[in-house]
T-cell receptor, first 111, second 113 residues
Framework: QKEVEQNSGPLSVPEGAIASLNCTYSDRGSQSFFWYRQYSGKSPELIMF????GDKEDGRFTAQLNKASQYVSLLIRDSQPSDSATYLC???????????FGAGTTVTVRA | DVKVTQSSRYLVKRTGEKVFLECVQD?????MFWYRQDPGLGLRLIYF???????EKGDIPEGYSVSREKKERFSLILESASTNQTSMYLC????????????FGEGSWLTVV
């Protein structure tokens, strides 16, 4: 089983809609969860990090964490064409600081 | 303002050559990582290091080795490059388990012919 799995893409949404991205992880002891955005040919950039169960909002982005279900999600509200990118879910192992990424979900926002 | 520097951005090497990819960070971070990224596969961890002279295998260490003689420098070594190692390689560094302080280099695009 892969340590971090993301819902398969690509995901296409109209401008102004909500894009929903999902991620599951295998290590129940994981404490730190991250969402990165990566534009083609560029390095990943951090969008959100979340440590506690529940929701965390930052502008148009909301991260949701459910440790019991080992599930973390990212919602992008009022999607803009500039949100078109690959979104990567990442998890840090609590034991050895190993940072693992999912395969990514490519989002396209249609104008 | 540069935090993590990968000295080689684009390389073309021949099969069987020894390849060194260098990564230097200027933030005194303890943890450093090497990933490769291929279409549809995300970032796959090759090796990581949480201290000088310490190294841990990631998910795909075969065909690679690493060196961390100084805290700021983490080198990825391909002992005998093969065509299936053609990829984009990303270096990252962080302090402790706080992912909000992870910094990535700009990536090294390696083509093995």
């Amino acid at each position: 089983q892969k340590e971090v799995e993301q819902n398969s893409g690509p995901l296409s949404v109209p401008e102004g809609a909500i894009a929903s991205l999902n991620c599951t992880y295998s290590d129940r002891g994981s404490q730190s969860f991250f969402w990165y955005r990566q534009y083609s040919g560029k390095s990943p950039e951090l969008i959100m990090f979340i440590y506690s169960n529940g929701d965390k909002e930052d502008g148009r982005f909301t991260a949701q964490l459910n440790k019991a279900s080992q599930y973390v999600s990212l919602l992008i509200r009022d999607s803009q064409p500039s949100d078109s990118a690959t979104y990567l879910c990442a998890v840090i192992s609590p034991n050895d600081y190993k940072l693992s990424f999912g395969a990514g979900t490519t989002v396209t926002v249609r104008a | 303002d540069v935090k993590v520097t990968q000295s080689s951005r684009y390389l073309v090497k021949r099969t069987g050559e020894k390849v060194f990819l260098e990564c230097v960070q200027d933030m005194d971070h303890e943890n450093m990582f090497w990933y490769r990224q291929d279409p549809g596969l995300g970032l796959r961890l090759i090796y990581f290091s949480y201290d000088v002279k310490m190294k841990e295998k990631g998910d795909i260490p075969e065909g690679y080795s690493v060196s961390r003689e100084k805290k700021e420098r983490f080198s990825l070594i391909l002992e005998s490059a093969s065509t299936n190692q053609t990829s984009m390689y990303l270096c990252a560094s962080t302090q402790g388990s706080s992912g909000n302080t992870i910094y990535f280099g700009e990536g090294s695009w390696l083509t093995v012919v």
